[in-house]
């Protein structure tokens, strides 16, 4: 390779030698095009429709591409398939510098265009994967067809055989690379173009209208939807235990725990709540551990299942005059469990007071305590590692208590009401 | 390169079992977050001794886009296409869940055609994803010609997702109500030829797959999950009912119309890698079984109730939950004033699952963490949300 790429500096000044050298690029340039290795990196949605447009549906093949290389040393391209986040650009950084030039990278779909869905009040999709690594062809579409795919796969062949020898593939480095924003330039050329073009088309239009003065612009009539009927929804069909047996036999071994937003509640109150909204009790919590403990081993509730674990934020947005009222309890720890023997669900809360902390380190603090049910279920694990990381709520007793979901460097607990992030872009509407 | 002794490094973040003080040497390898046996970005690092795993400690995030966050600054309909994303092999399903979710606060009813739309595309959607899963799984056991039989037959259910909701993958096809528009006046007909179709692949991927004497040595045995860790890790879906526990929330809570059609919940005994997989297999007969009952009675009228200017579910939490192909998927909303939710939370089964991966791959050899792994059907997406 090293001697063909010196050939254009040699060659060029003999007569007829640009001959031989376009032949050379001819055949170099042939030969790329037609044998692209992909990666095989799909980070989401994006990757099931990149591995339809490999299958015998779509056969990929036939563009040269199925080569599919598990390794970047070994491929030649990344197809961007699905959303790059903020905890996977170094990862994507590092596949690309291990690619072998020359590389190219096509962004398929519109979150790696632009963050596509995800582009407002995000905090943790990138809104472009050009922000990160040099893109050569987009496909827009959330997701691409695989006949997207390959139009775009096309594209990118058009722009290989386009490459010269005389230009050679240049591996720029992505901190000295200058930052052109090819979408502000199109439209700034654009413009000018409609300004130069705006006195004739003017003219053209007065002329059409001089000529045809009955001319009515064609208006597609509005097709309606046939009316639907306004049906009320049937009573639900409820699981497992009546919601008022359920209720006795909890009153009965914790008579301080009440129902959420009915604290008044009695049997007669809870038989007449809808069957299929489970029921929501609020434990004081001093009782929490007793109360879990007491639901997954009383064998007639059966919740042997934990379901899941969450957390609410309750903060609410200070008033006009910047005013905030004080909570007596900050969040919410709702705990959901499932009866695999009788098929109803069972959420209890625990409202958690918030610990004095400084203003200035409230939003990166650890706000409250509680036990953790590790202990009793081994599946609350991922679930409360992830309510710490939301919310900064730490389970005192959890073995292994790290953030789940966001980098370990990760400032703030986004799913807190006051969170704020500068990545997140407020939607303009 | 010098490999030093694990005993004498400090554990890397996660790995909790005590050292076993034998004298061979424990290693650690970083598998992922790009790697085509993990179904996505998961990043495993595993504890090896040889070649048999100690430990395996998932570390997730890699695909998380904060769904749950944004969903708070926007209406609960511009919220429902987003769960399309998370998890994309049953779009439908998460679709279903917030629905009735809505539906439930703010009383919308459903018509009979509605319903009978609903259970069609679900049933469709479920033997799509197992199929995914069937080529998946006999790629990762090396069996190439899986993927491409599978993908082969999950075209035909696409194309008829095609014809029904514009979309291939992310549908975006439920309303609270309904469905966004009605079926194609031939839906029944093209159902029950892409059953027909899906049936016959099925015998053929039980000559290729199913009996075939490899596939059995590699699953039988492996990675058996007993009932009552399953339960106790709140594992759902086919790994749930492989390790024994009959529950499936078409059947035990009973949402639409499942409680007007016959078909049987597959249960294992064994709780291992192939009584996973058999599970999911008959599962897709099982669809097949719905989808021709559904097909045969399939009612005429409207297919939506009135669609409602906008949503302002009352104040409240809410909750509605449907069985995917993967799990018990839940939608917890909790509404205040406005359009917007105030918090919505996703309960995701994939992550529930992959909290059995650890206990399932000790003591097995790192070949057979991929053929778990892949049992497990995870969907990376759906667990980072």
Redesign the interface.
């Known amino acids: 390779m090293g001697l063909i790429q010196k050939l254009p500096a040699v060659v060029d000044p003999l007569p007829g030698g640009r001959h031989l050298v376009d032949a050379v690029d001819t055949i170099v340039n042939w030969a790329r095009a037609n044998s692209l290795w992909p ?7 994006c ?3 990149m ?2 447009s490999s ?3 779509y056969d990929i093949s036939r563009f040269g591409s199925e080569v ?1 290389r ?1 390794t ?1 040393r070994q491929a030649d391209l990344i197809i961007l398939a ?2 790059i ?1 903020d ?2 650009v170094e ?1 994507l950084k590092t ?1 690309y510098e291990q690619l072998p030039g020359p590389k190219y990278v096509i962004a398929m779909g519109s979150c790696t265009i632009s963050g596509g ?2 582009i ?6 990138v809104k472009g994967a050009d922000r990160i690594i040099p893109v050569d062809v987009y496909i827009p579409g ?2 691409p ?1 695989p006949e997207a795919l390959f139009h775009g796969l096309l594209l990118l062949q058009e722009k290989i055989k386009k490459e010269s020898l005389r230009r050679p593939w240049v591996d720029t480095t992505l901190h000295t690379a200058p930052f052109v924003n090819p979408f502000t330039r199109a439209a700034l050329e654009w413009e000018t173009q409609e300004k130069e073009r705006e006195p004739a088309a003017a003219e053209a239009r007065a002329k059409f209208a001089a000529e045809n003065p009955d001319f009515k612009p064609f208006k597609a009539e509005r097709v309606l939807p ?9 009573a ?5 235990l009546p919601h008022g047996e359920l209720f006795d036999l909890v009153r009965a071994a914790f008579p301080s725990v009440v129902l ?2 009915n604290e008044g509640a009695d049997r007669a109150s809870v038989d007449a709540l ?1 069957s ?3 029921l ?1 009790f609020v434990v004081p919590p001093g009782e929490y551990l007793a109360f879990a403990r007491f639901l997954r081993d009383e064998p007639r509730l059966a919740l ?5 674990l ?1 957390a ?2 309750w903060e609410q947005p200070p008033a006009p005059n910047g005013a905030t009222t004080p909570l007596a309890h900050r969040f919410h720890l ?1 705990v ?1 469990l ?1 009866s ?1 023997v ?4 069972v ?1 209890f809360r625990v409202p958690l007071a918030e610990n004095e902390v400084p203003d200035d380190s409230r939003k990166t603090a650890v706000l409250a305590e509680v036990p953790s049910l590790v202990p009793l ?7 409360e590692r ?1 309510a710490y990381d ?1 919310f900064g709520i730490r389970f005192s007793g959890h ?2 208590l ?6 370990e460097t990760f400032e703030g607990f ?2 807190r009401k006051d ?1 704020t992030h500068p990545a997140m872009v ?2 303009p509407y | 390169m010098e490999l030093v002794p694990a005993t004498d490094q400090a554990l890397p973040p996660g790995f909790l079992t005590a050292r076993s003080g034998r004298a061979t040497e424990e290693y650690f390898i970083n598998m992922g977050p790009q790697h085509p046996s993990t179904h996505g970005v998961l990043r495993l690092v595993l504890r090896l001794d040889g070649e048999t795993v100690v430990e395996v400690v998932p570390h997730l995030g890699y695909i998380h886009r904060g769904i749950e966050k944004q969903a708070e600054a926007q209406t609960y309909l511009q919220y429902l296409h987003l769960t399309d994303r998370m998890d994309y092999l049953s779009s439908h399903h998460n679709n279903h869940a917030v629905c009735l979710a809505i539906e439930k606060a703010m009383g919308i009813g459903v018509p009979e055609r509605g319903e009978y739309i609903r259970i069609i595309v679900d049933e469709l959607q479920r033997i799509q994803s197992h199929l995914v899963f069937f080529a998946c799984f006999g790629a990762d056991l090396g069996a190439l010609t899986c993927i491409l039989q599978g993908f082969k037959a999950r075209e035909y259910i696409t194309d008829l997702f095609d014809a029904v909701c514009g979309s291939r993958l992310t549908m975006n096809f439920f309303r609270p109500g309904g469905s966004v528009r009605d079926v194609p006046e031939d839906f029944t007909d093209r159902v029950r030829a892409v059953c027909g179709k899906v049936d016959a692949m099925l015998a053929e991927f039980d000559r290729l797959l199913t009996g075939n004497l490899i596939t059995k040595e590699r699953a039988r045995g492996i990675g058996v999950l007993p009932r009552a860790e399953a339960i106790a890790l709140g594992c759902t879906g086919p790994v749930l009912r492989g390790s024994g526990v009959d529950f499936d929330l078409r059947k035990k809570a009973p949402y639409g119309y499942y409680d007007r059609f016959e078909f049987s919940v597959p249960l294992g005994e064994a709780g291992d890698s192939w009584d996973r997989y058999l599970i999911r297999m008959e599962e897709m007969r099982q669809s097949l079984r719905i989808l021709e009952q559904a097909c045969r009675s399939f009612p005429g009228g409207p297919y939506r109730s009135k669609e409602k200017p906008a949503y302002r579910l009352p104040t409240g939490t809410w909750f509605g939950a449907v069985e995917t192909p993967r799990g018990v998927f839940s939608t917890w909303i909790v509404a205040e004033k406005g359009e917007k939710p105030w918090r919505i939370h996703s309960r995701s089964p994939s992550l529930a699952n992959l909290a059995a991966l650890n206990p399932m791959c000790v003591g097995h050899k790192i070949a057979d963490l991929i053929t778990i792994l892949a049992t497990i059907d995870p969907v990376i997406p759906d667990m980072d949300r």
């Open positions: 990666l095989t990196f799909g980070t989401s949605c990757a099931i429709e591995m339809a299958m015998p549906r599919f598990a970047p699905g959303t986040v905890k996977m990862v596949l869905p995800f407002y009040d995000n905090y943790s999709v959330c997701p067809r046939p009316p639907m009927p306004d049906l009320p929804r049937p639900g069909k409820g699981a497992g959420h937003k809808p299929d909204a489970p929501d042997d299942l934990f379901f899941d969450t609410v934020d709702v959901q499932l695999t009788h098929g109803h669900l959420f279920w081994p599946g609350a694990n991922f679930k992830e939301m073995p292994d790290r953030r789940l979901l966001n980098p986004p799913l969170f407020k939607r």
